[in-house]
């Protein structure tokens, strides 16, 4: 629940129903000595036990505005004038509706739960249409309606009662009626305001933190209307200039459009061309990578078959000689040097022929030294022969 809430039904007798809430109360575990620790803009802790004995008084308490324009649209305070023979005077004011019930609820207000007394009633619509739309539009917009309570002091009582008497702050009344509740534009109260109407101190206790004088504010806005008013006339004028201005410009910005439309053309052109580039070069370079590939693998079988060239006038066992170099070669042909090869098998080739050498020439020598030893024997066996025929006696 808002502080003020408009029904949007209208009804044919031209009153309009409304909820508000007057005032929060507080506590009581708030209150120390008979003072209250928590209390309004005013000074005054409102407790439950006191308030509930004065809702009857809400019924049929006026619903009082001041209005400061002609239109009867714009509200500033409470309107009063003074007092006349003990009795607040309202006569700023104008009445545009009047409550019909009081009652006490919890009402969320700002995102928190708080006791308050609230009253529902009705506004004069038929008196006061514009009033009573420009209050619908402002709820619909989101806005907020700012109110005002009156508080009086009862018929058997020559003001207000006070439970430890007048106090600046933490003051609780305990016997009080509410006399009118107002429509403002500076609430003292962020659940309502307050008025205290008593005819103790000067039969009146305005609002203590009161930051500025009504009057001034009412004419302050008056004057504001009335400049505002006489420079209509310099503002229209200014208005036009601004249209042609603005028409001139929006002349610029088709021109501006056109040239916009023709190099975004010419931009998809070029975009084209560059990208049909693209992937003209794309293609190339596939193509490159390929031929690059195949003539690779040509390179390859080449310098394969120019190594098994070199190399075929060698047997296995020969190449075995180069088995380590022929086998990184196959692997990486065009980095393999074939003279290397060849010149590790011609290296493992006369190293063996060496050794074969010197195995010949090792058997020679055995089979020399054989020789020598028949040839003794032979010598011997010969000079035997020959005795024996010298002494043959034919």
Known sequence: MAVFELSSEQYKNGRRPFVATLYELQPPDCV???????????????????????LDSIKDMSVRVEFIDEDRTMISGHGDTGISDGLPVFENATVVGHCTEG????????????????????????????????????????GSID????????????????????????????????????????????????????NSKGNKEEKSNMEFDMNEVKSAIQTTISELNSKEKEFTTQILELNEQLSEKESLITDKDAKIVELNATVEQVQKALD?????????WAER??????????????????LNTAISGFTDDERKYAEVEINSFNENPIEG??????????????????????????????????????????????????????INIF
Not at 174 to 188: C, F, K, L, Q, R
Not at 342 to 356: D, N
Request: charged letters at 30%; glycine letters at 6%; one cysteine or more.
């Open 32 to 54: 120390v000595d008979d003072v209250g620790t928590k209390y309004n803009k005013n000074g005054i802790t409102f407790l439950e036990e006191y308030a509930a004995n004065t």
């Open 103 to 142: 009652y006490i609820d919890d009402v969320v207000l700002n995102g928190e739960v708080k006791r308050c007394v609230c009253a529902k009633g009705t506004l004069d619509e038929m008196c006061y249409p514009a009033f009573v739309s420009s209050l619908h539009e402002q709820l619909q917009n989101g």
């Open 147 to 198: 109110g005002s309570i009156e508080i009086f002091r009862t018929k058997n009582n020559k003001e207000i009662i006070y439970k430890k008497g007048w106090i600046e702050k933490g003051r609780i009344p305990t016997e009080y009626i509410h006399s009118g509740w107002d429509m403002v534009i500076n609430p003292a109260d962020p659940s309502s305001t307050l008025l205290e109407l008593n």
């Open 276 to 284: 049909d580039l693209k992937k003209e070069c794309e293609s190339y």
């Open 289 to 306: 990578e390929a031929l690059e590939k195949e003539l690779g693998e040509l390179k390859a079988k080449a310098r394969l078959g120019e």
């Open 337 to 390: 040097n074939v003279e290397n090869i060849l010149s590790k098998i011609y290296a493992g080739i006369g190293q063996a022929s060496k050794a074969e050498e010197l195995r010949i020439a090792e058997q020679n020598s055995n089979k020399n030294n054989k020789v020598d030893v028949e040839d003794i024997f032979s010598e011997m066996s010969i000079e035997d022969s020959v005795s024996d025929e010298d």
